[in-house]
């Protein structure tokens, strides 16, 4: 390079090349046409200025490097970046030449600002870089790898740094540190340091081996990134991920996915061996391959459901097995969709229900033998209550009527044997029916505005003959506080109530009877009452009363023999109670008696005592007064059997009827035709024509004896025959055996009021 006099000593370098001349205090003393060009000013107005100032009003940019100051001069598409170089000259002076430096200043420039790109992306990706000196065993960081700890743009030794490294990941960072220090190479891993404030960070270290130092190791550097939140939310994932796994392992689950544009399919492990080698390989010839064949229509029809819902499809169905039988599974399926609407993916889950699902249908096997045989059950029960009831209705009937004849005391002692007999035997018949109602769950509480008190006293006159023989007394204790009139099934209660006196009679030989009576107010309103019935019998032992309420129990075998019954009475006691919201308990001691509480709700009687009827029992139990207004009725008497028929007219021979009798009911509906008649009696089971289908027809036909009373006349006595034979179009219902007391009432009910065709024939 030319020196500052040369450049003085030649006029031709001196106009050719940007220079100027300074003095010792930088202030331009001679500038040449070149220079003033370049800064765009005349040379005689720089003269005596000073230089930087000069250069500083003429630039855009000002920038400092190791060759002197540099100036950014023009426009931004065409500036250019001109260095100022010094050169001594004589007398203290400074020739200053302005060098072109742009091309090189671009590239500083472009690269400084890569860097600062780099620095940029490295702090905000928590990225830092690192060296280790193998020699010295010290580390040197940046500070991005501070971690919230002081004094990391220090040399770090190796053992200050074990004290903050996770115990777990010392000897694995150890192990890559001795390998690339010896042998050279890369590595990379994660590991775990402790924070400033004590929590674990997570780096991503990427290990390289460098130069070789005096020791003949390797240096090495890397750079680590801060992963604490991606390796937190990966740990989840994992652990997320091994639940899901050990739940579709458990649940024997799969899951499958479906690429709507191009039919691409995707299946887990778990599905793949749930549904079996077989089942996949029909999968891939046809797309509901997977299912048996009767299977796939109703597979295809919920597919096409997915498509144009977006609720999750579920079905049950079977994939396919070579054994014809298939395997049960549980489909859910749902299809996602873009922002457009367009079906994007299918997604879905199958679940191993084949065990659950042959227990499920073989309960439902069993439930419809099951109800079969309750059918049948209640089939046989309702012949046998009926084949039953029809021989008992001539035996208690002609007892019924003995007992009004003029016999000698040992003919009423035989005809009360008869009775009784018959009685017992009903009594068992209706036990066995209630149990058989109770268990069918087709036996219903029905609740009425009664007094409590009047139930009570009923049945302890129903009692009062059978205890006197015995020599007992039945007392009744009433609480005072017991309303006058509550909500209660009274028919129920005496059941209960008559089975508890009746077990109490039976095993006291001598001493008394108590019936006790009360009702605590509950929070609700209702009442909860107690009935204990105890007395001073046989008693029983803990053993005893442990089995007591089982049906067909009796406290040892020699009960039934000594005392008789059958051990159904208790048990449908407390069925009962329990039906009402209550339950029997006892408390007994052998050889000094026993204490049954009865315990059931009763509801609040209704405030106006037209919402229900109040219980009478002696409503059903005595004719009404005023008979002579039924006498010489017209009566149609239809029953297949002549026992039933001689029963109903010695039970009604008091009221002077005339009878005409039929033997089924096509010849009822011919008797109808011949003559007038005032009431129908009305058997239900007879050949030819059935007792429904008569009173269909006489309801149905425009004659005028459509509207005539029929009681219905039968030995069905299951839960809802009355009701059932109500709704047929009976004005009455009686079941057999009948009862002389409940027929006249039901009869002189049906017929007072009306004008008798005989009145009218007068």
């Known amino acids: 390079m030319a020196s500052a006099t040369q450049i003085l000593q030649s006029p031709a370098a001196w106009e050719a090349i940007p220079s100027a001349v300074v003095d010792t205090r930088d202030r331009l003393t001679e500038v040449n046409a070149a220079f003033a060009a370049e800064l765009g000013r005349p040379a005689s107005s720089l003269v005596g200025i000073d230089l930087i100032q000069v250069m500083k009003a003429a630039a855009s940019d000002h920038a400092l490097s190791a060759g002197g100051d540099v100036f950014c001069i023009g426009q931004r598409n065409e500036a250019r970046w001109l260095r100022l170089d010094r050169y001594p000259a004589p007398g203290g002076h400074v020739v200053i030449r302005l060098t072109d430096v742009t091309s090189e200043w671009s590239s500083i420039k472009t690269l400084a600002s890569v860097r600062m790109v780099r620095d940029h992306l490295m702090q905000d990706a928590e990225v830092g870089t690192w060296r280790y000196d193998p020699d010295s065993e010290i580390y040197h960081f940046s500070s991005e790898l501070a971690l919230g700890h002081d004094g990391i743009n220090q040399p770090v030794p190796v ?22 220090t010896v042998e050279g190479g890369s590595a990379e891993g994660e590991m775990r340091y402790r924070d400033g404030s004590g929590g674990w960070k997570t780096l991503r270290v990427h290990y390289r081996a460098g130069r070789r130092t005096a020791s003949g190791k390797y240096e090495m550097f890397g750079i680590s990134q801060d992963v604490t939140e991606l390796a937190a939310a990966r740990d989840r ?82 994939i396919y097995r070579p054994d014809g039988e298939g395997r049960w599974v549980r489909l859910f399926t749902r299809v996602e969709r873009d922002a457009a609407g367009n079906n994007v993916r299918a997604v879905g889950l199958m679940l191993d229900i084949h065990e659950q699902k042959q227990q499920e249908l073989a309960l439902i096997d069993a439930k419809s033998q099951a109800e079969a045989a309750t059918v049948a059950k209640s089939n046989f029960l309702a012949s046998m209550s009926h084949e039953i009831r029809t021989p008992l209705n001539g035996i ?78 039945i007392a009744v204790e009433i609480d005072s506080d017991l309303p006058s009139l509550m909500r209660y099934d009274p028919v129920r209660v005496r059941q209960c109530l008559g089975n508890l006196l009746s077990n109490a009679i039976k095993f006291t030989e001598t001493g008394c009877i108590t019936i006790r009576v009360n009702a605590a107010e509950r929070i609700d309103g209702n009442w909860l009452t107690t009935l204990s019935v105890i007395d001073t019998g046989i008693g029983m032992d803990a053993e005893t009363v442990s089995r007591l309420f089982g049906a067909f129990t009796q406290a040892d075998a020699t009960i039934s023999r000594r005392f008789g019954g059958t051990g159904l009475g208790l048990a449908i006691t407390r069925q009962l109670a329990r039906l009402m919201s209550g339950d029997v308990r006892v408390e007994s001691t052998l050889d000094q008696g026993s204490a049954f509480h009865l315990t059931f709700l009763a509801e609040p009687a209704s405030l106006d005592r037209a919402l229900g009827p109040v219980e009478d029992e002696t409503s059903d139990s005595s004719p009404e007064p005023n008979v002579p207004p039924v006498m010489g009725a017209r009566v149609l008497l239809v029953d297949d059997n002549p026992v039933n028929r001689q029963v109903v007219r010695l039970f009604t021979a008091q009221m002077s009827p005339r009878i005409v009798e039929a033997v089924n009911g096509q010849e009822a ?23 429904q289908e008569t009173i269909r027809r006489i309801r149905s036909s425009d004659q005028s004896w459509k509207d005539i009373p029929v009681i219905a006349l039968t030995a069905d006595a299951m839960s809802g025959d009355r009701e059932r034979y109500i709704g047929m179009g009976m004005n009455d219902y009686i079941s057999k055996p009948i009862d002389s007391r409940e027929l006249a009432v039901k009869y002189v009910r049906l017929l007072r009021g009306r004008k008798l065709v005989s009145s009218e024939a007068a």
């Open 159 to 180: 053992s200050m740094l074990l004290m903050i490294q996770h115990p777990e990941d010392v000897a694995k960072d150890a192990a890559i540190r001795e390998r690339l």
């Open 669 to 691: 509906l011919d008797r109808l035709a011949e003559q007038p008649f005032d009431i129908v009696l009305l058997d239900v089971h007879m050949p030819v024509m059935d007792g």
């Open 396 to 473: 208690l009937g002609m007892a019924q009527v003995l007992r009004g004849d003029q016999l000698s005391p040992a003919q009423k002692e035989r005809v009360n044997v008869i009775s009784e007999s018959g009685q017992t035997l009903m009594a068992l018949l209706n036990d066995v029916l209630d149990i058989s109602k109770i268990e069918a769950g087709k036996l219903e509480i029905s609740t009425i505005d009664g007094d409590l008190r009047l139930t009570v006293e009923r049945v302890r006159q129903l009692f009062l003959n059978r205890a006197e023989e015995r020599g007992l007394a």
């Open 237 to 318: 994932a994992d652990l997320m991920s091994g639940r899901v796994e050990l739940a579709m392992n458990a649940a024997r689950a799969g899951v499958y996915e479906i690429d709507m544009r191009t039919g691409d399919r995707w299946s887990s492990d778990q599905f793949r061996d749930l549904a079996g080698d077989e089942a996949m390989e029909r999968q891939v010839r046809h797309p509901f391959g997977l299912y048996m064949d009767e299977e796939q229509p109703i597979v295809r029809a919920s597919w096409e459901r997915c498509l144009r819902s977006t609720a999750v499809e579920s079905l049950d169905t079977r």
